[in-house]
């Protein structure tokens, strides 16, 4: 089992996410193994990690969207399923077809979903917290726009703002600055600095270090097992950084950082 | 012209009017169950569902026929096509996750067994001269012999069914097809719609195979939503105007062929709904049809452009327009832009 003293005294009920021995990969090969993680309330998290390190794996595992090989995802020390409502996913921007028939309104008014249920009908006050979100995102002005015609930021923003307008307590986050402009970065970031001040939980997969080193509260280093964990001064240091991405690292990258 | 025209308004004889309603009737349930399985993108799916019938009418047809009688009982042959596609479903599905094969693979692998299976009995039947084989030939490429006013209550009835579900339905739907992670994660049974509407497209083609065939009918639950994508933007109306362009095409096209007879009235309602779909893309292209991508560069020049400005403020009316994208002829000199595009191509 686990030496003691291996986790933050964290009382699981507290956490807005707690993996315990979670395992999961593609068909019969894991990418992930047994990862353990526990994310305090209010902060905001990135993982980091090379690619094909399993960071988009741990997100959809813990959401249940790949079935566990072994190990647990704790949501508030409880079941997804009791709290899928206070649990905002933003996959990857491209996973989806941005082709799709749709304005940018009604990507937003998808993160009422739950509210709504498979037959409620979207009412006024439904329009109103969605695009109040895609205020909060900057995108107000285009929000009967079809969202063929976005860039890569403004898709990401989109996607941002349909988690808003869900009004949940942990946001994940699959890679939302990939491909994204400096503005849209910015206007991220901010909204996501907004979300951990009002206290609520933000969890980021993200691949730059300089951003995580400026904008981010705790690290997490993940190459197929979670290799640190903990606030980013502690957990990001040459040592760390070297067992996750071996060689592959910029050494003037490195030069900027603790020993 | 006449003879067209009273066929249209079901005044060309009782049979005329029973195949245009029920053509018009199926047009309409595929064009709404079709329009949800390409936006699903799983309207491959639904053709090694149609194939698969086959092979299931021919069974049935031999059980019957076997136990004494004419073989040809309707319900009959309808029971077994539907077990037979709701197989192929499960076949594709079984391939697609358990061996090595790609989804569109496992789909073309299941067609063509099934629906070589299907004609291998349809061929064993013609020798066997068991109960009364007459016209089951038909149910390849379709047949409006002998459509009764039974047959067009059936497809209504089906109609009727698909209608209102993909109408309750369609905002779960829609947002399934767009974004199946976040529909999961927010708690959507998916797996249960995603089998709600292959159930969905199997009364279509169970009502369908008579008049239009095994082979053809995907085209009838393809060919609307396509037409349809091409007049809208949102996935709602794409649903209901897909429903309506089917049921105009069923209508047109069968009527056609009462005008003329001689002439297939399946084949003529999938070309009716081709024409539609040709007509829409060609009046509408630019929503429907892909342009070369330029997004990545615009992402990468808005990007090297705000570093380099070092900007405060993200929004900048020189930089921005009222559509979000920056007009980089404005503030990019003409050869980096040009170099930009260089080092992109």
Same mark, same amino acid.
């Given at each position: ?7 933050? %005294? ?94 940018? %309104? ?87 600095? %907004? ?33 640190? %964990? ?30 | 012209?006449?003879?067209?025209? /009273?066929?249209?308004?079901? /005044? ?84 697609? *996750? ?9 789909? *073309?692998?299941?067609?063509?067994? *099934? ?10 039947? /013609?020798?066997? @001269? ?18 009764? @006013? ?137 929503? *429907? ?35 979000? @994208? ?20």
């Amino acid at each position: 089992m686990n030496a003691p003293g291996a986790f933050p %005294e964290v009382d699981l009920r507290d956490s807005p996410l707690a993996l315990r021995g979670l395992t999961a990969g593609y068909g019969g090969q894991p990418v992930l193994l047994g990862a353990d993680l526990t994310v305090p309330p209010g902060t905001m998290t990135a993982i980091l990690g090379p690619n094909g390190a399993g960071k988009s794996t741990l997100l959809r595992a813990a959401l249940g969207l790949l079935r566990p090989e072994a190990g647990r995802a704790f949501f508030w020390g409880g079941d997804l399923d009791r709290m899928r409502g206070r649990v905002a996913y933003v996959p990857q921007r491209a996973s989806v077809d941005w082709d799709f028939p749709a304005t940018i %309104e009604d990507v937003a008014l998808m993160g009422l979903q739950r509210e709504l249920g498979l037959l409620g009908r979207v009412r006024p006050r439904h329009r109103d917290r969605a695009r109040a979100a895609l205020d909060r995102v900057g995108l107000l002005p285009l929000a009967d726009r079809p969202i063929g015609a976005l860039s890569g930021g403004q898709q990401q923003r989109v996607f941002l703002a349909r988690a808003l307008a869900q009004g949940a307590d942990l946001f994940l986050l699959d890679e939302p600055l990939a491909g994204v402009d400096a503005a849209s970065e910015e206007s991220i970031l901010r909204v996501l600095r %907004e979300l951990r001040d009002e206290g609520r939980t933000v969890v980021a997969v993200h691949h730059d270090l300089g951003t995580v080193l400026r904008r981010f509260d705790r690290a997490v280093l993940l190459n197929r097992r979670v290799l640190a %964990e903990g606030p980013v001064a502690l957990a990001l240091t040459a040592r760390t950084l070297q067992a996750t991405y071996g060689g592959r690292l910029d050494p003037l990258a490195l030069a900027g950082l603790d020993g | 012209m006449t003879a067209l025209l /009273q066929a249209i308004v079901l /005044q060309a004889g009782h049979n005329a009017a029973s195949v245009v309603l029920g053509a018009a009737l199926l047009g309409l349930a595929a064009g709404a169950a079709g329009s949800v399985m390409v936006l699903r993108r799983r309207a491959l799916v639904s053709d090694a569902m149609a194939h698969a019938a086959l092979p299931g009418l021919a069974a049935a047809f031999l059980l019957m026929a076997g136990l004494g009688g004419s073989g040809r009982w309707l319900p009959g042959l309808m029971a077994g096509a539907a077990l037979t596609a709701g197989l192929a479903l499960l076949a594709v599905e079984a391939l697609a *996750a358990r061996t090595r094969l790609p989804a569109d693979a496992a789909i *073309a692998t299941t067609l063509s067994v *099934a629906f070589g299976l299907g004609l291998v009995l349809l061929t064993l039947i /013609q020798g066997l @001269r068991w109960g009364e084989p007459a016209g089951l030939e038909g149910f390849l490429v379709g047949s409006t012999a002998g459509m009764l @006013r039974a047959d067009v209550a059936a497809v209504a009835a089906v109609a009727a069914l698909v209608l209102a579900a993909v109408a309750l339905l369609r905002r779960p739907l829609a947002l399934l097809a767009f974004d199946e992670g976040h529909a999961a994660a927010s708690g959507l049974p998916v797996r249960l719609l995603d089998r709600m509407a292959m159930l969905l497209v199997l009364l279509v083609v169970i009502a369908g195979i008579r008049l239009v065939g095994v082979v053809l009918v995907v085209a009838l639950l393809i060919l609307p939503a396509l037409a349809a994508r091409a007049w809208t933007r949102r996935a709602g109306p794409m649903m209901a105007l897909a429903a309506v362009l089917g049921g105009a095409a069923g209508w047109v096209g069968a009527a056609l062929s009462a005008a003329a007879p001689g002439l297939p009235a399946g084949p003529l309602v999938v070309l009716c709904a081709a024409l539609l779909a040709g007509l829409s893309l060609l009046l509408r292209g630019p929503t *429907a049809r892909r342009r070369p991508d330029r997004r990545p560069l615009i992402d990468a020049a808005e990007g090297a452009l705000w570093t380099r400005l070092r900007l405060k403020e993200p929004r900048s009316p020189l930089l921005e327009r009222d559509d979000g @994208r920056t007009p980089l002829g404005a503030v990019l000199p003409a050869e980096t832009l040009e170099a930009l595009r260089q080092g992109r191509s």
